[in-house]
């Protein structure tokens, strides 16, 4: 897969401004609006092709990849200043631990922030989006590495037995590795197409 299009320098010794941070709402709001639109489109389709026998919330990461990815090249390419992305990578944070998510997701969500911001001073979007899909991948770390405290976790918050069970039958590892290699492959070519949209529509109206 070539790409012939060219990264905008960051302007690096530039701080945020008001337009900025307005700016970067609305752009948020609209990797939400397109988060949301990816979950549902994978919740579908997996719900489809295993006969709804694993839990749609562990493929979070694989229709965030490749649905959100067009409005975070908005912030990467547009918002050319720093502490764009690791703000953006927060409110993801922020939205997993007020979402009654396991704590580790929060901290997981911390470091993909890092990670993405230091891609993003990098130039490289491609690794940078990459981190902040996987910041996603927190909220599912204990359905697979901290069982007992997950599935108490859930008793707490009132889960039925049922739903429980449910939710534990997505716990091997084996779908763990599914959900990461498929996450890595459709963040990457969400990025490549993100990208295609920025530079040949977006950058084009100065948007």
Request: hydrophobic letters at 50%; aromatic letters at 16%.
């Amino acid at each position: 897969m070539t790409e012939n299009l060219k990264y905008i320098k960051k302007e690096e010794q530039s701080k945020l401004n008001i337009k900025d941070l307005i700016t970067l709402g609305l752009y948020n709001l609209l990797i939400i609006l397109l988060m949301g639109v990816g979950v549902g489109v994978c919740a579908a389709f997996f719900s489809f092709a295993f006969n709804g026998q694993y839990y749609f919330a562990i493929f979070t990461t694989v229709g965030t990849g490749l649905f959100a990815a067009p409005a975070f090249s908005l912030i990467f390419n547009k918002i050319k200043k720093k502490n764009a992305i690791l703000i953006t990578t927060l409110i993801q944070a922020v939205f997993l631990l007020l979402s009654g998510h396991a704590a580790i997701a929060f901290f997981i969500t911390i470091v993909a922030a890092i990670l993405a911001e230091y891609f993003f001073r990098k130039n490289n979007e491609y690794l940078s989006y990459l981190a902040y899909t996987f910041g996603g991948i927190g909220a599912i770390i204990p359905v697979y590495f901290m069982k007992d405290s997950y599935i108490q976790h859930l008793r707490d918050k009132e889960y039925s037995q049922e739903k429980i069970d449910f939710i534990m039958h997505s716990s091997s590892l084996s779908v763990l590795l599914a959900v990461v290699i498929a996450t890595v492959i459709l963040t990457l070519l969400g990025t490549y197409i993100g990208r295609k949209i920025y530079f040949k529509n977006f950058d084009k109206a100065g948007i």
